[in-house]
């Protein structure tokens, strides 16, 4: 067993740094705000309500601020990914170990922590990019933590790195676990049966003994608000029975379906089943050794795939009121390298290796679609509010006063058209920021000098009443303007 941690070689942390950016390169060009950026470039709020304590501390020292958090893009999701390649070169060191390290191999085992199509979403935050980064690097070296060390210092290091990934961003540890699967079947295709166990069952206490620190320590004390609050509390059992953990499942499978979809899916399909084949190959072997030890392994690898198919959405599918997003699907990463180490650890996938490049080239295609999109939507969505802020103005809307909006704005032709082609980008493309009374749309208004307040559902409900054709100022295919008074009303057409 390993006493220390895998060497590090520079040459690859670089090349994997290189390529992790031509990924995120798109990204960078269009350097847009997110979804929650609009937000936090505004008014500076940060994490700690979420729980995520290290992330409001990590952006608040880079801005040398304490109350407030910098604009930072895309420095952000440069260190992000330069931490990453360097956790990552590890991993490689640790699933190569006593194989070739040339850079093809190494990128297969490690480029995809950053460049999958799921990551995108992640690596679109201006702010939240680098707190993910860093909780996805943090979950590697978790895994990573030398089996060799005495149970106590590998189960404090283990713990320590899981409290960082909770503190960060919490869907990492789903990477974190998905992992240590892939060490376990290492470990037992390698005939350490004893070492596997011992491995993965002190990863899985540290866990369950670190979740149990976070909860008492910072989800009692940091988590809390109408947002928070409810999205950070676990299933009942009653919850279980109605059927919403059955519920989040399909929600999880409906969002993996729309990335493999068509020739994708067959394409990307196809790779995994070759890595299960190779995980399945070493069923036989454990179960011709005497020990039980090794036939309770043959029946864990035979879950494998499915259990990291599982691990996709992971801890995320517990919660009674979850998001189900691109962006916590961040262990779709241990899939990928699972079906590249049929080509690095099979005689025959060793042969036909530059072929596990395919579905790493896809990514790259769907990266620099998806960059495009967004920079078209952008441009669309800021026609929109601009125009509907002039006939704001022009309707004498002015500070004080409260504005109500319905309907969804419309959609960028470009972007429908994109997503005909690509549908998994209707899930990772920012969401339309006006639609009805999300807090969005009026952060979008308040970027160009509209400032309404907050409404409940409520007033938003009674506010209705303002859409009559007594009240109607102005009106175009995509805009109507109404006033009563202090009270304005817009009515989005999506045309």
């Known amino acids: 067993m390993d006493q220390s941690w895998p060497k590090l070689h520079s040459r690859h942390v670089w090349l994997l740094f290189l390529l992790s950016c031509l990924f995120a390169l798109p990204i960078f060009l269009v350097n847009v705000p997110y979804m929650d950026d609009n937000a936090r470039v505004l008014y500076g709020y940060t994490w700690s ?21 910098l604009d930072l893009a ?12 360097c956790s990552g070169a590890l991993l490689a060191a640790r699933l190569l170990c006593g194989r070739r390290m040339d850079d093809l191999s190494v990128c297969l085992c490690a480029l995809p922590l950053a460049v999958q199509p799921f ?9 939240d990019a680098l707190p993910m980064l860093i909780a996805q690097s943090c979950a590697v070296l978790a895994a990573l933590v030398p089996e060799g060390w005495s149970t ?6 283990c713990a320590a790195f899981l409290f960082a990934v909770m503190c960060f961003y919490q869907p990492a540890l789903n990477t974190f676990l998905a992992l240590a699967v892939l060490l376990f079947v290492c470990d037992t295709c390698e005939g350490r049966d004893q070492a ?12 369950g003994v670190t979740y149990g620190v976070y909860h008492f320590v910072i989800i009692r004390h940091f988590v809390h608000g109408s947002y928070a609050g409810p999205h950070s509390g676990t299933m009942s059992l009653h919850d279980v029975l109605s059927g919403m953990l059955w519920n989040n499942l399909q929600q999880a499978r409906a969002l993996l379906a729309s990335l493999l979809h068509g020739g994708p899916g067959v394409v990307l399909g196809l790779f995994y089943a070759l890595g299960a084949a190779f995980v399945w190959s070493g069923v036989l072997p454990a179960l011709r050794r005497a020990d039980r030890v090794a036939k309770l392994n043959a029946l864990a690898l035979v879950s494998v795939p499915f259990l990291l198919v599982l691990l996709v959405p992971g801890i995320v599918l ?4 979850t998001v189900i ?11 990928v390298i699972l079906a590249n180490l049929f080509f690095l650890q099979t005689a025959v996938g060793q042969k036909l290796r530059w072929l596990a490049v395919v579905p790493l080239l896809y990514f790259y295609v769907v990266s620099f679609d998806f960059g495009n999109a967004m920079q078209a939507q952008e441009q669309f969505e800021k026609e929109q509010v601009e125009r509907l802020a002039s006939m704001l103005d022009e309707a004498g809307f002015r500070p004080g006063d409260d504005l109500f909006l319905y309907g969804t704005e419309a959609e960028a032709p470009i972007v429908r058209n994109a997503i005909t082609a690509l549908p998994y980008l209707a899930d990772v493309l920012p969401r339309q920021q006006m639609s009805n009374d999300a807090f969005f749309g009026y952060i979008r208004l308040r970027q160009v ?11 938003w409900e009674t506010a209705h009443s303002l859409l009559k054709a007594s009240h109607l100022l102005h009106e175009t295919p995509r805009f109507a303007v109404y006033r009563d008074g202090h009270r304005f009303a817009s009515r989005l057409t999506g045309l």
């Open 49 to 69: 309500r979420s729980g995520r304590i290290f992330s409001t501390f990590l952006m608040n020292t880079l801005g040398l601020r304490s109350r407030n958090v």
């Open 152 to 157: 106590r210092r590998l189960f404090a290091t």
């Open 74 to 85: 895309p420095l952000g999701q440069i260190l992000g990914l330069l931490a990453l390649s």
């Open 196 to 207: 596997a166990w011992r491995a993965l069952g002190l990863r899985v206490a540290a866990l």
């Open 449 to 459: 000098g509209i400032d309404s307040r907050e409404h409940t559902p409520a007033e």
């Open 119 to 127: 990551f995108l979403e992640n690596l679109s935050y201006k702010f």
């Open 325 to 335: 997003a691109p962006r916590i699907f961040m262990s779709f990463s241990a899939c």
């Open 318 to 321: 517990i919660l009674a009121d």
